[in-house]
């Protein structure tokens, strides 16, 4: 149970471009969803959270009309990275609660996003 | 604010060694969550344990096991007779207070290496 999924796993797209990222609860309903950047060898860097139904709560420093997150159902959440330039490339997250359990977080296997 | 220390980068050891993990934590809140998560290389965050501020009872999962002392704010994971599939980055997580309730507060993680 508890199962996450995210699509596209990796990614390569020229700059400027636009990225659309997807996040599914495949097993259960995700009330919530957080979205974390990593950079290689350093800790998981939280974006964003999103209640289904309503708009993104995102951390300081990073830049709502750049990550564009929409949680249109209780199942699904998408980033989407707007112009994308190459210092955008990074190890993209996403992880979930559900309503049986909204205190744990599971994660999806992650994207890794290249700009070049 | 919330703050969770993993002050060992990197951990080597020779398999069938046990090794231990520590994690110090820092919070106000009287109620949170500590978490730890295993990052094999694949990227994907695999959730291991989940333990609320007022249950200090250890925990042994197999080869795993926690324990958890209030007095010294710690956290610290155990890996008994370690396996060369125990190679991952682990990460512990703090979640809790009003302002950030579940948000996940990571600390740096640390990379553990099991040799043949």
């Known amino acids: 149970g508890a199962v996450v999924s995210q699509h596209p796993s990796w990614v390569i797209c020229k700059s400027g471009t636009s990225v659309k990222i997807e996040c599914r609860s495949l097993?259960?309903?995700?009330?919530?969803m957080f979205w974390y950047r990593q950079f290689p060898k350093q800790s998981l860097m939280l974006m964003a959270t999103s209640n289904e139904g309503s708009k993104a709560t995102y951390e300081q420093g990073v830049e709502k009309d750049k990550f564009l997150i929409n949680h249109a159902s209780l199942t699904l959440s998408t980033l989407t990275v707007t112009s994308a330039h190459p210092e955008d490339s990074s190890f993209y997250i996403c992880s979930a609660t559900g309503l049986a359990d909204t205190d744990t977080q599971y994660f999806g296997p992650g994207t890794r996003l290249t700009v070049l | 604010a919330q703050k969770v220390t993993q002050a060992q980068t990197e951990i080597s050891v020779v398999e069938k060694e046990d090794v231990t993990l520590d994690c110090v934590y820092e919070t106000r809140d009287t109620t949170y969550y500590l978490f730890w998560y295993k990052q094999p290389p694949s990227g994907e965050l695999v959730f291991l344990i989940r333990r609320n501020s007022f249950d200090e009872q250890n925990e042994i999962s197999g080869r795993y096991s926690w324990n958890f002392q209030k007095s010294t704010s710690s956290f610290n994971f155990t890996i008994t007779a370690s396996q060369v599939v125990d190679s991952a980055v682990y990460f512990c997580?703090?979640?809790?207070?009003?302002?950030?309730?579940?948000?996940?507060?990571f600390g740096a993680g640390t990379q553990v290496v099991v040799t043949p």
């Open positions: 997580a703090l979640s809790g207070g009003t302002d950030s309730w579940g948000k996940l507060q």
């Open positions: 097993d259960f309903q995700a009330t919530t």
